[in-house]
T-cell receptor, first 112, second 113 residues
């Protein structure tokens, strides 16, 4: 158990819909990261927050957004969902940007 | 930008044999390097990390990796494979420029009984 929690574990929704994925970092960690893992794209970094502020951006689509709240939990919002958005979404946390990251168990999103 | 290349998307070894998973990095500055393991339907778990200290790094589950600057490599090894080692392994490098962790494409390790 990494100490990072993610909810929900599974999510099935239809194209065009909007979903919110939630992540609680390890106690004391200030950085939160979001990743997307799919068979064709591999593990892709989406976005990083540090203590509530956006710190780095990766291959995140404009339809996707995220935020980190004062209690340090984070949410990833995916809107106008397409079939290609079906993937595993991981959250990770670390003490700071250059420290090792600890991953949550992931949310499996299926868009039908 | 920093990057890593994992040679071999699939590796099969017999139980009890040496495990060698290859990772080469590209970095203009001394890198921070990591190996992660992902078991089926689970998140990634940190195996070990190199952050400019000892070049031979020991991790969990009997794995170790050696940082070789001259070869720009950070290969993962385990002397004797166990059935429970079957998983996907990812090498990663921390990019200080954009503060992101860049992962390799992964190597799926199969253990033959």
């Amino acid at each position: 158990d990494s100490g990072v929690t993610q909810t929900p574990k599974h999510l099935i929704t239809a194209t065009g819909q909007r979903v919110t994925l939630r992540c609680s970092p390890r106690s004391g960690d200030l950085s939160v990261y979001w990743y997307q893992q799919s068979l064709d794209q591999g593990l892709q970094f989406l976005i990083q927050y540090y203590n509530g502020e956006e710190r780095a951006k990766g291959n995140i689509l404009e339809r996707f957004s995220a935020q980190q709240f004062p209690d340090l939990h984070s949410e990833l919002n995916l809107s106008s969902l397409e079939l290609g958005d079906s993937a595993l979404y991981f959250c990770a946390s670390s003490a700071g940007p250059s420290y090792e990251q600890y991953f949550g168990p992931g949310t499996r999103l299926t868009v039908t | 930008a920093q990057s890593v290349t994992q040679l071999g998307s699939h590796v099969s070894v017999s139980e009890g044999a040496l495990v060698l998973l290859r990772c080469n990095y590209s970095s203009s500055v001394p890198p921070y390097l990591f190996w992660y393991v992902q078991y089926p339907n689970q998140g990634l778990q940190l195996l070990l990390k190199y952050t400019s200290a000892a070049t031979l790094v020991k991790g969990i589950n009997g794995f170790e990796a050696e940082f070789k600057k001259s070869e720009t490599s950070f290969h993962l090894t385990k002397p004797s494979a166990h059935m429970s080692d079957a998983a996907e392994y990812f090498c990663a490098v921390f990019d200080f420029g954009n503060e992101k962790l860049t992962f390799g494409t992964g190597t799926r390790l199969t253990i033959i009984p």
